[in-house]
Structures are given as structure tokens and as C-alpha cells.
């Protein structure tokens, strides 16, 4: 079974540009959730998307949005980067039931993504 | 304010050692999961541990879930540099996921 892909892999822009970030979950998965990346803060939830609606959402800027599709591929958008923009972000899909005894998260390799 | 707790932040030890990490909070979850992150990569899941008290072992690491399902630790014997990485617990609350401060491991050959 292939795992979480993200693209791409490196992705380097300049302050006010925006930037779409692709995630592909794990087939069978209907839920996305994205996270933002770095060595001060750590993980950081951005939004959860499950059957193309957003379920849950982090504590971030409108600059940051996302959508899912009916074949549950993600993209999450960051419009007006800035400097702080600067982090690994990180797509993890799951089941995402919510009747189940436990659900877990698998990771993709995260997308690089510099700001000058 | 972070609802999951770990413990330390920073371990250095030397090829053979024994260390434990510590992932603390006050709330209960469904499930914990422990990954390990090495740089420029997404985190990969170890383990999920699901039971009250339930100990799960992965050759030379150990896993345990706290009897009242808020805490969990992870032990590993005989450390070996390819242990290296950042070690990040996370728990989940029915379709949300908590996850720690994480605990970066160097193991010195």
C-alpha cells in the first residue's frame, strides 16, 4: 500500500507570493490534516479535512487555507508568505472515523518550503 | 498552552545506554501514538497503544500507556546511533490529535 505523498518535495518563494502544497493520503483514507513545522514551535495543527469538508481547524491566519477533493487529495494554500512562513509542512491522513476505538495518523515526507 | 507534556527536551548519550522519555498531560485519550521524525522528513508511527496499562515492545523499545490513559513512556535499551531523531508523542481525542514537544535523541557512536 503506498504511503502519504506530498509535492513537492522543495518549494522556495519570494515575501507576498502564495503557494499551493498537494497532499495524496493513503488510498482508503478519508481524512487530511496539515501541519506547519518548525524548530521554535514545533507541530503545529493547521485544519483537518474529512469527505471534502473541513472538520477542524488550528489556531492560524486566513492566509492559510485548504480544500479536499472527492478522490480525498488535499491542497493546502498560504497566500501573502511571509519570513515566518518558513517551515516543513506536513500532511498525515487516518481513517478519521469517529465511531472507532482509536485512530492513528500516518505522515507524508513534508514539503520545504523557504520564504526570502 | 501544550496539552501534552514530554520529558527532556534534549537527550544526548552515549552507544549502549539505557533512556526513557516521558510524555505527560492531565487529559485522557482514546489512544497514544509515538513517532520518530528525522530531519528534512515527516514523522514515521512507531507504535499505538490503546489499553490502560498496556506495555508494547519493538525489539529494543518499550512502550507504555498509563493506567488512567494520560501518560506514556518510552524506554530504549542498549541505544544505538541509529536511534538518533526527534521523538514525538501524540494523543488522540476521538478524531484529534494532541501531540508533545517532542524529544530530540542523539545517540553518540
Known amino acids: 500500500k503506498a504511503g502519504v505523498t506530498q509535492t513537492p518535495r522543495y518549494l522556495i518563494k519570494t515575501r507576498g507570493q502564495q503557494v499551493t502544497l498537494s497532499c495524496s493520503p493513503i488510498?482508503?483514507?478519508?481524512?487530511v490534516s496539515w501541519y506547519q513545522q518548525t524548530p521554535g514551535q514545533g507541530l503545529q495543527f493547521l485544519f483537518e479535512y474529512f469527505s471534502e469538508t473541513q472538520r477542524n481547524k488550528g489556531n492560524f491566519p486566513g492566509r492559510f487555507s485548504g480544500r479536499q477533493f472527492s478522490n480525498s487529495r488535499s491542497e493546502m494554500n498560504v497566500s501573502t508568505l511571509e519570513l515566518g512562513d518558513s517551515a516543513l509542512y506536513l500532511c498525515?491522513?487516518?481513517?478519521?472515523?469517529?465511531?472507532?476505538?482509536?485512530?492513528?495518523?500516518?505522515f507524508g515526507p513534508g514539503t520545504r518550503l523557504t520564504v526570502l | 498552552t501544550q496539552l501534552l507534556e514530554q520529558s527532556p527536551q534534549f537527550l544526548s548519550i552515549q552507544e549502549g545506554e539505557n533512556l526513557t522519555v516521558y510524555c505527560n498531560s492531565s487529559?485522557?485519550?482514546?489512544?497514544l501514538q509515538w513517532y520518530r521524525q528525522e530531519p528534512g522528513e515527516g514523522p514515521v508511527l512507531l507504535v499505538t497503544?490503546?489499553?490502560?496499562?498496556e506495555v508494547k515492545k519493538l525489539k529494543r523499545l518499550t512502550f507504555q500507556f498509563g493506567d488512567a490513559r494520560k501518560d506514556s513512556s518510552l524506554h530504549i535499551t542498549a541505544a544505538q546511533p541509529g536511534d538518533t531523531g526527534l521523538y514525538l508523542c501524540a494523543g488522540a481525542r476521538g478524531v484529534q490529535f494532541y501531540f508533545g514537544t517532542g524529544t530530540s535523541l542523539t545517540v553518540i557512536p
Open positions: 498525515a491522513s487516518s481513517l478519521g472515523l469517529a465511531g472507532a476505538p482509536y485512530n492513528e495518523q500516518f
Open positions: 488510498s482508503g483514507h478519508r481524512s
Open positions: 497503544v490503546v489499553t490502560g496499562g
Open positions: 487529559s485522557v485519550f482514546s489512544s
